[in-house]
């Protein structure tokens, strides 16, 4: 048997926050923004909606698209940079919610690749046969660090969450490989200050991100004894269209084979590729023994990527 999806879900706040409410902000343009990075809008979650509200609404669907309860739930691994407090963790509040009182629950911080690095973690537990059934979840409000004078940063950003459940899946489908790593020595580039707000060299987290995309989708492609042409769906990280595009063009893949998000919701962090990947799911735009890689980059410096034959 392989690990694979059986269900994906996502969420997003009802406010949305347009590059022309931006510029009454910040020195900056709708069109700027859009050159440059594909955004035209993001989704603010309010002061009293937590990344905790977010992941659980996010669960929620996951679990409906699995047909899996919440008591069938044995792990939850929350990744995310921005709980709601240090401790308890956003994966102990939504297993409280949820009810999914058999599941252990942790939280994972990897930033932007921290889906992929939460996905993994629990690919290992179901794959010893340790547990069966691992609920994933991808979430941060990134707007309460977010500073709103820095026009670098809070062009970028919105709140958002995404969740997928881990499972057995037939022989032949589910993850075929992946590809974890970090650059500490980068983390200078992309942090979160005293005054706990989000600081990033844009040019350097560029320049880090153009190279590392690609080179870990290719990674992944290999370890599975595939070649690019076998590719069916991308799902990068949604941080820049400039950077998505960078990797699907050295993947070779059609404009239409990659998921792209990024014009409503902006870069979600841990919740970008999630949310992503279950958009794609809902559109219909990935079917049953499809190849698709899972790819992204954030602070640390880390990245992770995944191969996988989507069905059950």
């Not at 996010?58 to 044995?74: C, F, M, P, R, W």
């Not at 794959?127 to 977010?146: A, C, F, N, Q, R």
């Not at 899946?169 to 005054?195: N, T």
């Not at 999630?274 to 079917?287: D, F, R």
Request: glycine content about 10%.
């Amino acid at each position: 048997m392989g690990v694979g999806i059986l269900g994906t879900g996502h969420y997003a706040p009802d406010n949305i926050v347009t590059n022309k409410d931006l510029e009454k902000i910040v020195d900056t343009t709708d069109e700027w923004i859009k050159s440059r990075t594909g955004i035209e809008e993001r989704r603010i979650a309010k002061d009293d909606e937590d990344s905790s509200d977010m992941a659980y609404k996010a669960a929620l669907q996951a679990l409906e698209s699995a047909n899996v309860s919440a008591e069938e739930i044995d792990l939850i691994l929350v990744a995310t940079v921005t709980p709601d407090t240090p401790f308890p963790s956003v994966a102990c509040m939504i297993q409280d919610r949820l009810g999914a009182d058999n599941a252990a629950a942790l939280d994972v911080g990897a930033a932007c690749a921290g889906f992929m690095y939460a996905l993994i973690t629990g690919q290992q537990y179901v794959e010893t046969g340790s547990y069966e059934k691992v609920l994933i979840v991808g979430v941060d409000k990134l707007s309460k660090i977010i500073d709103w004078t820095d026009r670098n940063t809070c062009v970028l950003l919105g709140d958002g969450a995404g969740a997928a459940v881990l499972g057995q899946v037939s022989e032949g489908k589910g993850i075929l490989s992946f590809e974890l790593g970090a650059k500490g020595a980068g983390g200078q580039h992309l942090y979160q200050d005293e005054h706990d707000h989000l600081v990033m060299n844009g040019r350097e987290v560029f320049k880090f991100a153009v190279r590392q995309m690609p080179e870990s989708s290719i990674k992944v492609i290999e370890k599975a004894g595939l070649e690019k042409e076998d590719v069916d769906y991308l799902v990068p990280h949604q941080a820049n269209i400039r950077i998505m595009d960078a990797a699907r063009q050295r993947l070779g893949i059609e404009d239409d084979k990659m998921a792209k998000v990024i014009q409503k919701y902006g870069n979600n962090s841990s919740a970008s590729v999630p949310i992503a990947l279950s958009e794609s799911v809902k559109q219909g735009k990935i079917n049953d023994g499809d190849i698709v890689v899972l790819v992204g980059f954030g602070g640390g410096l880390t990245w992770g990527a995944v191969a996988l034959k989507w069905g059950k």
